[in-house]
């Protein structure tokens, strides 16, 4: 299985609707980019007659990050490279940013856990996830399936903090009109996952293998996000479809 090199730069190819192909290439994004993004993401509540309107936004912080990350770009007209232009990055066309920034979020929990029918050991868990990351030598952008996280299992206070900081929120615009905004619990969810991490697979830092403390150092910080809160997710029951 093809693995994901952490320390190597992305690129990100996409094509619009002529069908013509730009490349991108991202520099390693770093935690506190990742963390800048997670706070501008705008969850919000409010009441209005008697209703409870809820709202949410992240395509401003998308673009904030794809505008921050950005290295390189090609396949544009331009008299001389595209770097050499200021400020290149808000110039391109919006939605190409958002698609380079969708790109870099569309993580998500594995349909499939793998070939892996083994009982859990106790005292171990494993989230597995399936990412888009980057194009390969050919150019082709491709998705990686079965990116394994494994886990020692949380104890009741990393629950407790992570349900705490899952709830937080302001108020804005003072208690009786204003919004309520959640914070979100991101940046708690990346230490937990540092703390609790063992090992992963389908990674590779500098080509080889990482141990602990070179996930804990170079695993990108969304991939943590997503890892750790399906581990804080409670399992379903399984139900009987009869009819009684």
């Known amino acids: 299985m093809a693995a994901i090199e952490l320390t190597a730069p992305r690129i990100i190819v996409i094509e619009d609707d002529r069908r013509r192909q730009y490349q991108f290439t991202v520099a390693r994004i770093a935690k506190k980019q990742w963390l800048r993004y997670f706070e501008g993401i705008v969850s919000t509540s409010e009441n209005q007659d008697g209703k409870r309107l809820d709202s949410f936004d992240s395509s401003a912080a998308r673009l904030e990050l794809a505008e921050q990350v950005l290295a390189d770009a090609k396949g544009y007209k331009s ?8 400020g290149w990055q808000k110039l391109l066309p919006l939605s190409h940013r958002l ?8 993580v998500r929990r594995s349909d499939k856990a793998g070939d892996d029918d083994e009982p859990i050991r106790l005292g171990d868990e494993s989230i597995t996830l399936d990412a888009v990351w980057g194009a390969d030598e050919s150019g082709v952008m491709r998705k990686y399936h079965g990116l394994r996280h494994n886990f020692q ?13 899952a709830s937080r929120s302001v108020i804005v615009g003072g208690s009786r009109s204003g919004k309520t905004r959640w914070l979100g619990a991101q940046a708690t969810l990346i230490e937990l996952y540092d ?21 804990v150092e170079y695993m990108d910080a969304y991939h943590k996000v997503a890892a750790a809160d399906q581990l804080f997710s409670p399992a379903a029951p399984k139900l009987s479809e009869e009819e009684q």
């Open 153 to 165: 299992t949380p104890s009741a206070e990393h629950q407790r903090r992570f349900s705490r900081d």
């Open 99 to 106: 698609g380079v920034a969708n790109a870099l979020i569309d």
């Open 195 to 215: 703390e609790l991490i063992q090992s992963v697979d389908g990674y590779t830092v500098s080509g080889a293998m990482p141990d602990r403390a070179a996930i």
């Open 79 to 86: 008299e001389k490279p595209v770097t050499e232009i200021a």
